[in-house]
Nanobody, 125 residues
């Protein structure tokens, strides 16, 4: 199982970024995928997740209305469109999955075995 997150960068507050999570080595369209983030000195938090079919999504309250998660199973890729970025969105963003993982609220990725290398998002105010 391989996950590769990309698309991070430096952006001004109010700007947008689109993160991608490219997957390989497993039956992608049978797996829910989650995006998580961790800022320096803070605990990891779940940002958004999407079910295997894409019909169920969830976003944490702090990003609702600003972030949109989607997936293209034909391309084995999950996207996180991030709009109206704020300085508090600055973090390393990771995508992750596991065989038992389901897209439900309030998960922080404990026990998940498959993680992509993170991508840094820095929002300047």
């Amino acid at each position: 199982v391989q996950l590769q997150a990309s698309g991070g960068g430096l952006v001004q507050a109010g700007g947008s970024l689109r993160l991608s999570c490219a997957a390989s080595g497993f039956d992608f369209d049978n797996y829910a995928i989650g995006w998580f983030r961790q800022a320096p000195g803070r605990e990891r938090e779940g940002v958004s997740c999407i079910s295997s079919s894409g019909d169920v999504t969830y976003s944490t309250d702090s990003v609702k209305g600003r972030f949109t998660i989607s997936r293209d199973n034909a391309k084995n890729t999950v996207f996180l469109q991030m709009n109206s970025l704020k300085s508090e969105d600055t973090a390393v963003y990771y995508c992750a999955t596991d065989t038992w993982y389901r897209c439900v609220p309030n998960t922080v990725g404990v026990g998940m075995d498959y993680w992509g290398k993170g991508t840094q998002v820095t929002v300047s105010s």
